[in-house]
């Protein structure tokens, strides 16, 4: 079992930054790749982007691309979500994955086998 718990989502003001932090635990997942998503109230659970388990390769939606950055660190069994440059339609609440896989970067949600709890990005206008 693998236990995902993201912190670092708040409130920002269009135009600013935020990031936020995805931790595992209970197994590590240096060896998986993982994806972020956001939901925002009364739309589907959207892919935002992905990462390789090594890190050599990211993903993302258009709608983010040059905006938000993913790394990782293996050694500490965390995944980062760099936000920048954030726009009013980015306000969502914002979930780690993680694969089961270490192949291709999956995009939908039913590629990945683990979920974090949440936190909510909220960007004011």
């Known amino acids: 079992q693998v236990q995902l718990v993201e912190s670092g989502g708040g409130l920002v003001q269009a135009g600013g930054s935020l990031r936020i932090s995805c931790v595992a635990s209970g197994r590590t997942v240096s060896s998986v790749n993982m994806g972020w998503f956001r939901q925002a109230p009364g739309k589907e659970r959207e892919f935002v982007g992905g990462?390789?388990?090594?890190?050599?390769?990211?993903y993302y939606v258009d709608s983010v691309k040059g905006r938000f950055t993913i790394f990782r660190d293996n050694a500490k069994n965390t995944v980062y979500l760099q936000m920048n440059s954030l726009k009013p339609e980015d306000t969502a609440v914002y979930y780690c994955?993680?694969?089961?896989?270490?192949?291709?970067?999956?995009?939908?949600?039913?590629?990945?086998?683990?979920w974090g709890q949440g936190t909510q990005v909220t960007v004011s206008s």
């Open positions: 994955a993680a694969s089961g896989s270490s192949g291709y970067i999956g995009v939908r949600p039913q590629e990945y086998d683990y």
């Open positions: 990462i390789t388990w090594s890190g050599a390769r990211t």
